[in-house]
């Protein structure tokens, strides 16, 4: 079993950056590859970026590339998002989650999720 919890969100301006913080529970951690979704209000969730269980590979999304990036650090149980150069588009709430797939996109494959985090952009 593994929880997850968000933290990180809020408002920004466009341009502006934030850090989405994912802190997990459990001591199987470093097993799972770990993902970030987003849904936006009236939208379907979408996803984000993957990162692998041992954090030597990545997966984004087309539209974030050059300005996310996601990271983990397995001794403290914890995967970040970067995001950079933020746009209105990018308002959401965010959600990591912990999947034993690597290289998947699809939220289907992801078994554990955190309750989200909301991040806010203004023009």
């Known amino acids: 079993q593994v929880q997850l919890v968000e933290s990180g969100g809020g408002l920004v301006q466009a341009g502006g950056s934030l850090r989405l913080s994912c802190a997990a529970s459990?001591?199987?951690?470093?097993?799972?590859?770990m993902g970030w979704f987003r849904q936006a209000p009236g939208k379907e969730r979408q996803f984000v970026a993957s990162?692998?269980?041992?954090?030597?590979?990545?997966d984004y999304r087309e539209l974030v590339k050059g300005r996310f990036t996601i990271s983990r650090d397995n001794a403290n149980n914890t995967v970040y998002l970067q995001m950079n150069d933020l746009k209105p588009d990018d308002t959401a709430v965010y959600y990591c989650?912990?999947?034993?797939?690597?290289?998947?996109?699809?939220?289907?494959?992801?078994?554990?999720w955190g309750q989200g985090t909301k991040v806010s952009v203004s023009a």
């Open positions: 989650a912990a999947s034993s797939v690597w290289a998947t996109r699809t939220g289907a494959n992801y078994i554990y």
């Open positions: 459990g001591r199987t951690f470093d097993t799972y590859a």
């Open positions: 990162i692998s269980s041992s954090g030597g590979n990545t």
